[in-house]
């Protein structure tokens, strides 16, 4: 399907029940290949604290998160905030030899 027709009917799809990912692998040939978290701590805005129920003063999580397709185009772009007093992240880390980065890293995942 071509890129604009894809982007058309993405503007008529229901994605309540439906996954954006899935939708975009599917019907565009396009899958999400890779995307990056950026976890911040800050102070809210009064309009954000007043979203979360929170005094102003308590810092919240800012969450950013931008995601590409195979073919390097930016699909998604979110930023969320959570409470930091009810938001716990684990991350687990599993050394994978095989796998190398530039530099002589090596990916963890």
Same mark, same amino acid.
């Given at each position: #399907?071509?890129?604009? &027709?894809?982007?058309?009917?993405?503007?008529?799809?229901?994605?309540?029940?439906?996954?954006? =990912?899935?939708?975009?692998? $599917?019907?565009?040939?396009?899958?999400?290949? !890779?995307?990056?978290? $950026?976890?911040?701590?800050?102070? *809210?805005?009064? !309009?954000?604290?007043?979203?979360?129920?929170?005094?102003?003063?308590?810092?919240?999580? /800012?969450?950013? #998160? *931008? $995601?590409?397709? /195979? #073919?390097?185009?930016?699909? %998604? !772009?979110?930023?969320? =905030? !959570? &409470?930091?007093? &009810?938001?716990?992240?684990?991350?687990?880390?599993?050394?994978? $030899? %095989?796998?190398?980065?530039?530099?002589? =890293?090596?990916?963890? %995942?």
């Amino acid at each position: #399907m071509c890129l604009l &027709r894809c982007i058309v009917e993405l503007l008529d799809t229901d994605l309540t029940q439906r996954s954006l =990912y899935a939708f975009l692998e $599917a019907c565009c040939g396009q899958p999400i290949t !890779h995307g990056q978290r $950026a976890i911040e701590a800050t102070l *809210p805005t009064p !309009h954000i604290a007043e979203l979360l129920d929170i005094d102003a003063d308590l810092p919240v999580f /800012k969450i950013a #998160m *931008p $995601a590409t397709c /195979k #073919m390097e185009l930016r699909w %998604e !772009h979110s930023v969320g =905030y !959570h &409470r930091s007093d &009810r938001t716990l992240f684990e991350v687990q880390l599993v050394r994978n $030899a %095989e796998r190398s980065l530039p530099g002589g =890293y090596t990916l963890i %995942e």
